[in-house]
């Protein structure tokens, strides 16, 4: 059972490129979160789908977007790659809302030169 | 505003002590507070949860927490350190009916042999 699994572990872009971070989970969970985390500020959401078919923003979406491509798979697209990008981006699912836990991939450590 | 504090960025203590990382919470509905760990280069693994019953939670690891309601905190707990125990640990609020989990900043264990 792989859980949450996320592609690629590690990409260097420079400025401008784009690039889309795989994430699927084989749990059956409905809901899908993208985060991002940076020194000293824990996980910051990025995009949500709560089940498939949907996707919202969450607190930080500016220069992302996201596609729920079945119940299965939830991708984080950079248009146009920013320096302020550079992070380690988690993808995670749970069952549904907030009440149940999340489960993490491992992530990808994204670097934008 | 909601938000989760984890007032101690940093804490030492040394292998065999005892551990208590503080949490506490500000939320407008009913919360369902998690603890998880993040070791170096991974993802994070929940240790806990809490929603409702009993205020002291057993999780993995040995790990323990309790749920104090006029005090709005939610501390991990843990009777004697093991050296695999150093990691980074967030603690989580969120709540039925929303998927925008809200993270601590973290707090970075290390544990002295």
């Known amino acids: 059972n792989a859980g949450v699994t996320q592609t690629p572990k590690f990409q260097v872009l420079k400025t401008g490129q784009s690039m889309t971070l795989q994430c699927a989970q084989d749990m059956n969970h409905n809901s899908m979160y993208w985060y991002r985390q940076d020194p000293g500020m824990g996980l910051r959401l990025i995009y949500y789908?709560?089940?498939?078919?949907?996707?919202d923003k969450g607190e930080v979406p500016n220069g992302y977007n996201v596609s729920r491509l079945n119940k299965r798979e939830f991708s984080l697209r950079l248009e146009s790659a920013a320096p302020s990008q550079t992070s380690v981006y988690f993808c995670?699912?749970?069952?549904?809302?907030?009440?149940?836990?999340?489960?993490f991939g491992p992530g990808t450590r994204l670097t934008v030169t | 505003a909601q938000s989760v504090t984890q007032p101690d960025i940093h804490i030492t203590v040394s292998e065999g002590a005892s551990l208590e990382l503080r949490c506490n919470y500000s939320?407008?509905?009913?919360?369902?507070l998690f603890w998880y760990v993040q070791s170096p280069g991974q993802g994070l693994q929940l240790l806990l949860k809490?929603?409702?019953?009993?205020?002291l939670v057993q999780g993995i690891k040995g790990f323990e927490a309790e749920f104090k309601r006029s005090q709005s905190s939610f501390n991990l707990r843990k009777p004697s350190v093991h050296w695999s125990d150093a990691a980074e640990y967030f603690c989580?609020?969120?709540?039925?009916?929303?998927?925008?989990?809200?993270f601590g900043t973290g707090t970075r264990l290390k544990v002295l042999a």
């Open positions: 789908s709560a089940s498939e078919g949907t996707t």
């Open positions: 939320y407008g509905a009913t919360p369902y």
């Open positions: 989580a609020v969120g709540a039925r009916g929303t998927y925008k989990y809200i």
């Open positions: 809490y929603f409702s019953g009993d205020t």
């Open positions: 995670a699912s749970s069952e549904t809302d907030g009440s149940y836990e999340q489960y």
